[in-house]
């Protein structure tokens, strides 16, 4: 984690990006804690978090990011019932092409067209925008992907829309954060 870079992932097509904690478990990687004083932040930052349940993040997504997804798929593919479906299709065609002209092409190849091709874009930049990956539970819990723990769920997840985003440095010096290094594993 490097605290002079922006807090938010850069600009793509015009939207901002944001972090997310939502990678699978590595054994031996270094992991650091970030501590957020949610209304330091939402001071310094004009930041919106929610607890992101497929209804309350797809409203949000819509919301601030108008004409980026399509409304009435942004509906269908954020909840429990195309959660396995965009699990499947993740695992197929996405992990493999990031790029969504390649996506395209691979899942005309194998398919998925029209409607189909629809909301799994749809998807897909909902997955790179807020980090609602292919594990994304949609009930407010993050999976537990570590396969020495039993539970298959993990902490509580929070998500927030920074409006004016801070590197992590500034948002330390303005102790809206504080950043704890070299966390080890819990549960252990």
């Known amino acids: 984690m490097r605290p002079d870079r922006p807090a938010h992932r850069g600009e793509a097509r ?7 904690a939502a990678l699978s478990y ?15 932040a939402a001071r310094v930052m004009g ?16 919301r601030i990011l108008p004409g980026r997804y399509n409304k009435p798929a942004t509906d269908q593919v954020m909840s429990a019932g195309y959660k396995a479906r965009y699990k499947e299709l993740h695992d197929g065609y ?17 398919g998925i067209t029209g409607e ?9 930049l909902i997955h790179e925008d807020a980090g609602a990956n292919e594990f994304f539970r949609g009930d407010g819990l993050t999976a537990n992907n570590n396969p020495a723990l039993d539970n298959q769920v993990g902490a509580v ?32």
């Open 14 to 20: 015009g939207v901002r990006q944001w972090p997310c």
């Open 26 to 40: 590595k054994p031996g990687a270094d992991y650091s804690l970030v501590i957020i004083d949610r209304r330091a």
């Open 47 to 62: 930041n919106e978090t929610i607890v992101p349940h497929f209804h309350e993040l797809a409203s949000l997504l819509k």
């Open 94 to 110: 996405v992990k493999n092409n990031w790029d969504l002209d390649k996506l395209e092409e691979v899942a005309r190849e194998a």
């Open 116 to 124: 189909q091709w629809k909301l799994l874009r749809t998807r897909r």
């Open 157 to 188: 997840e929070l998500f927030s829309f920074d409006a004016n985003p801070r590197t992590l440095q500034e948002l330390r010096d303005m102790q809206v954060i504080d950043i704890l290094p070299d966390i080890a594993l819990i549960g252990n």
